[in-house]
């Protein structure tokens, strides 16, 4: 074979592997990857901040479903990437963060900017590795796509001492290929047990967890709700993965995002067959109330999900979209009533416990802003939002349709995440519409990240629900008697976003009428396809505003006129 520089080994991997853009910040111990980089297949764009760089990759990935691509140098663009590692463990989403290193022979001396980054990332990530051989370089780059691919996908962090980048390594790419990924099918007995569960079930309930989104199983979660007549609800984690104008759309219960209808039908069930879910403790509240006296079918990929929050009545280790078509072949031969009362509570439920959103109140009450969202855009636009009361607002009210078209950073709620995920998410797909739905807090977080959208052309719309608070932790303050050091209100409008947006190089405008929010969408949709730059609208809401939530399913308080 031909000895070529490692690095190039490693950029035919990467480009093997499906990855066509990499994002991040180059650096002295880094180097020689940028130098193999240049004039490769693999697009890069030049970060403001390693964070936004995960995060950037974490949109990508998310929305292709492979693996994204973050780089940084050694020493704190390492330690900089640790929340964007966190967040995709946390919400199971396959990322590679490559970072450089001091030289090999220079660790234990404290060298300038070395840090045993594997040991630091390790807890957030399902591999961490240093490379000390130049000729394992491409078989643990392989490696890492497997890991990360493989049965609950997740992170993965390569750490390269400059030493060891720099060598030549004996390489053909054209007999090399990806390692393959097992195929984790359950057990049939299980299917069977499962079968006869929701059979004898009278309100059973599938919950639709992440897993269905990361499974590609949306498909076959539809046919087996309709041919079994089944409801089918979701989680923060699924939204997206069953339509929600369907006849058997469940709503999403919980104790903050939710539908007062959807806490009430899952209260209403006596079995629920989750797939792919987590049980957040944002989800299921008070343990208690949630479990009652209905059964529970658990199926997961990953084996120590299992029981990890309570003991199901049955568990089934497997990949979502093998379970439901094992299912699906289980249910031949197997004879189906046809019973409908289950589905007619539904839409009764549906039609009862509404929460209303048509209001016209000035200062704009967040709401509102949800209903023209779900009235301007059509289910093809992919979204994007973060942590905060705006998150919540959007998992009560905004609908979605299809899966990876809404995406949340949903366990670790970093904020600032949504302006880097929205520019991963338009590189992945450049022909779409991509809109991030934004604090006026997290905004800020990651701003800067608004100059890597600029200088490459990547348009998208930013909607802001502006309340000049921390109005979650306002909110939450509440239960002290306090409210200190949340309210971030000054001078007439406090920062003004519009003139960050122009700093930029991008465009923005104010709203404060209900009957100005519409027009200033079809603006900002037709401003970001022109310039194929970032596009603000800010929208000043009422400051104190709450949105419903409580401890238990059963205890949710409502703030605002429901009906």
Known sequence: MARVPAMRAVVDVLADEGVDVAFGCPGAAILPLY????????????????????????????????????????????????TGLYTAHADSVPILCITGQAASAKLHQEAFQAVDIVEIAKPVTKWAVQVKEAAQLPWIFREAFRVARSGRPGPVLIDLPIDVQKQEIEWDPAIDSALPVATVTPAPARVERALDLLLAAERPLILAGGGVVLGEASDRLREVAERLGIPVGITLMGKG???????????????????????????????????????????????SVYRGDRKFIQVDIEPTQLGKVFGPDLGVVSGTREFLGALLDALDGREITGDRTWVKRLGELKAELPRREDFD?????????????????????????????????????????????????????????????????????????????????????????????????????????????????????????????VDIHYDEHGTDNVKIMQAYGCSGTRVVEPGEIRGSLDWARKEAERTRRPVLVEIMIEREANAAMGTALNTVREFEATG
Not at 452 to 481: K, P, S
């Open 241 to 287: 993965s069953f339509p929600e104008d369907h006849e058997l759309f469940a709503g999403m219960a919980g104790i903050q995002t939710s539908q007062r209808w959807a806490n009430a039908a899952l209260l209403e069930s006596d079995l629920v067959l989750a797939l792919g879910a987590r049980f957040g403790d944002r989800h299921t509240g008070e343990l």
């Open 35 to 82: 130098d193999a980089l240049q004039g490769s297949g693999v697009e890069h764009l030049v970060v403001r901040h390693e964070e936004g760089a995960t995060h950037m990759a974490d949109g990508w990935a998310r929305t292709t479903g492979n693996v994204g691509v973050a780089i940084g140098t050694s020493g704190p663009a390492g330690t900089n990437m640790i």
């Open 361 to 485: 109140d000035r200062p704009i009450k967040a709401p509102r802003v949800f209903k023209e969202l779900n009235e301007c855009f059509g289910p093809e636009t992919y979204f994007v939002t973060a942590i905060g009361l705006y998150q919540i607002w959007s998992g009560q009210f905004q609908r979605a349709h299809l899966p990876r078209h809404y995406q949340v950073c949903g366990q670790a709620g970093p904020l600032g995440w949504e302006i880097p995920a929205a520019i991963g998410v338009k590189k992945a797909r450049p022909d779409a519409e991509v809109v991030g739905v934004v604090g006026d807090y997290s905004f800020q977080f990651l701003v800067e990240e608004l100059a890597v959208a600029a200088q490459y052309d990547v348009g998208f719309v930013l909607v802001m629900l502006n309340n000049e608070y921390l109005g979650l932790i306002r909110q939450a303050e509440t239960g002290y008697a306090m409210n200190y050091q």
